[in-house]
């Protein structure tokens, strides 16, 4: 190491011939590391890892320059995972960019680790998310017709389709896709595609507590592995399916344990998202104090990090906060920093469906009923385009608030018991639901709610515009 040092000295005062061993060696030392970072010894390969931080830097930096298109990649597809559990998600993209966007004459499984790393680098660090698209898709084509041995590349489909909410075609049972990789003899493979197609069965409708078992089944491998992040993964997906059904003191205990361990990794991007979950679950629980003190947590983190999407997020969460408590103005304030973040930013649609979902709340709420309306509109068509039908779910009740108030309790039943349909269930975590849904039945006998509750559960998914619009 102190050779290598030297030799980096040595480039810095103007002997460049040393570079390329500089780097070689630091792509060797990644390349080595980085399957020890989805088990047991992932702690102390992190820690590796980040000593040399800076030296992994100035050697990709260094073989972009030079036009080195061949160990540039072989850098990328080595440090992609570490970027993504040690919290570089953003900087690893925009580096593994400048990469990518060379000419390639590269061995196929080194490209196509490359792109798809770089796929979920770039989903999750800066919200780009037709890039991502782009390169997972890439990495799926190079997989489809050379195989793959990388457990990255063998999740390579399955990550094309979630990235890009292309779930439809999926099905309850788990297709050919998905039923080789639970028989594969790799068992972080194994987990993380029972993670991965439970999340896409939730994302169908399927209520979240119908494949909690698939969930367990995953946090039990990760557990087996050692695997921290992993853990988290699954333990985050336990506390929605925990909230969705109600028990929010269980969605807030699965959330508090997936934050200590993510902490450790320092995983900033999943704590950020965690820490709001458990503020969603403290709310619900009575917790207002702890649940501003977890928001205020995540804000500080989405300012350190500087990511605009995620600090939209941390803003809609508090304008949502701010409409509980009744302060109408400071829900708005913050609706509006979380609208000029995002406006000429790529978000997913889920996020500008609840967005406008809590205008839509917000503004009928002062009355301003064909200001809510616009918004409720938006929110519907955003959820629908996502594919997510639990987001659907949402802007249907969103709705129903909203035709509630303009007198028609019947289409709000309706379109509460389409949303229950979306959901899978009665979703719990829809803070506005038992609210709307009382009032709805206090308007109606107890036989127009149920018969109009049951219309609207036999909703498609192709007809949700007529069903909001009253037809």
């Not at 080595?32 to 030296?55: I, M, S, Y």
């Not at 609210?435 to 109009?452: D, G, H, K, M, Y």
């Amino acid at each position: 190491m102190l050779e290598t040092i030297r030799e980096y000295g040595l480039e810095k005062t103007g002997q460049t011939a040393y570079a390329p061993r500089h780097a070689a060696y630091f792509t060797e030392l990644a390349e080595r590391a980085e399957t020890f970072l989805r088990g047991g010894e992932q702690l102390p390969w992190l820690r590796v890892l980040r000593a040399d931080h800076d030296n992994f830097d100035t050697a990709l930096r260094d073989r972009i320059t030079a036009g080195d298109v061949t160990m540039g990649t072989r850098l990328v597809a080595a440090l992609g995972w570490y970027w993504w559990l040690a919290g570089y998600r953003a900087e690893g993209s925009r580096l593994a960019a400048e990469v990518l966007e060379m000419p390639m004459a590269v061995p196929d499984d080194i490209r196509a680790r490359a792109y798809s790393l770089s796929a979920i680098n770039t989903l999750d660090g800066r919200g780009d998310i037709p890039l991502a698209i782009e390169w997972f898709t890439k990495a799926a084509e190079i997989v489809a017709d050379t195989g793959a041995r990388h457990p990255m590349l063998k999740l390579a489909p399955p990550m094309a389709l979630l990235a890009s909410w292309a779930v439809d075609g999926i099905g309850l049972a788990p297709d050919p896709v998905y039923a080789k990789l639970f028989n594969d003899d790799d068992p972080w493979v194994v987990a993380t595609a029972r993670t991965f197609h439970a999340h896409a069965m939730v994302n169908l409708g399927q209520a979240a507590h119908k494949v909690v078992h698939e969930f367990e089944q995953a946090l039990e491998g990760y557990r087996d592995l050692g695997d921290r992040w992993g853990m988290a993964l699954a333990l985050e997906a336990l506390s929605a399916a925990s909230a969705q059904r109600g028990d929010f003191a269980g969605a807030a205990a699965h959330a508090r344990e997936a934050i200590s361990l993510l902490a450790v990794l320092g995983t900033s991007e999943d704590l950020l998202q965690l820490r709001m979950r458990l503020t969603q679950a403290l709310w619900m629980t009575g917790h207002e104090a702890e649940a501003i003190a977890t928001l205020t947590e995540a804000q500080h983190l989405a300012e350190q990090l500087g990511i605009t999407f995620m600090q939209a997020m941390v803003e809609a969460v508090w304008a949502e906060v701010e409409r509980a408590r009744g302060n109408y103005a400071a829900a708005w304030r913050r609706l509006t920093v979380a609208s000029d973040l995002v406006a000429d930013v790529s978000v997913a649609p889920q996020f500008r469906a609840f967005a406008a979902h809590t205008k839509g709340l917000l503004a009928g709420a002062e009355g301003q009923l064909e200001t809510a309306r616009q918004a409720h509109t938006e929110a519907v068509e955003y959820a629908l385009s996502s594919g997510d039908y639990p987001v659907v779910a949402l802007s249907l009740v969103g709705c129903a608030d909203l035709v509630l108030r303009e007198g028609n309790p019947d289409l709000a039943a309706r379109l509460l018991g389409a949303s229950e349909k979306f959901a899978g269930t009665v979703d719990h975590s829809i803070m506005d639901l038992p609210r709307i849904t009382a009032a709805v039945q206090e308007a109606l006998s107890p036989e127009r709610f149920a018969a109009a509750y049951q219309l609207g559960r036999a909703a498609t998914i192709d007809n949700v515009p007529a069903l909001v619009s009253g037809a």
